[in-house]
């Protein structure tokens, strides 16, 4: 079983990104890259990441979700966090990453802060 799946949707020119499994080192956290890099084609990217059933993120998975939202911005574009798991929330108070990213625990509210 992949370590990650990633399931795609559209609503409203947002696109959701609904993960599963672990960002982690390898195949995780590429998986992850090569997604959000297709999605930043797109001029002004507005991405919602739902890491509701991510179980585990590392240093690594971090480094790709803070490389992207850095690169998002410089094209007017937008990351968004979705329903973090205790474990993720935890991890991003630590790393003090929960000051950076908009995270939101209600999918259409989320939605709404996009526009």
Do not use: W
């Amino acid at each position: 079983m992949p370590s990650l799946v990633i399931n795609q949707r559209q609503i409203e020119g947002i696109t959701v990104l609904d993960c599963a499994g672990r960002i982690s080192l390898g195949e995780g956290s590429v998986l992850l890259r090569n997604v959000l890099q297709e999605k930043m084609q797109a001029p002004q990217p507005k991405v919602l990441l739902n890491l509701a059933e991510v179980a585990y993120i590392d240093s690594s998975g971090l480094g790709e979700l803070v490389s992207a939202y850095v690169a998002m911005h410089r094209q007017d574009g937008e990351l968004k966090l979705l329903h973090l798991t205790r474990k993720v929330h935890d991890l991003l108070q630590i790393t003090k990453l929960y000051t950076v990213f908009d995270v939101f625990d209600d999918e259409a509210q989320a939605l709404a802060s996009f526009r």
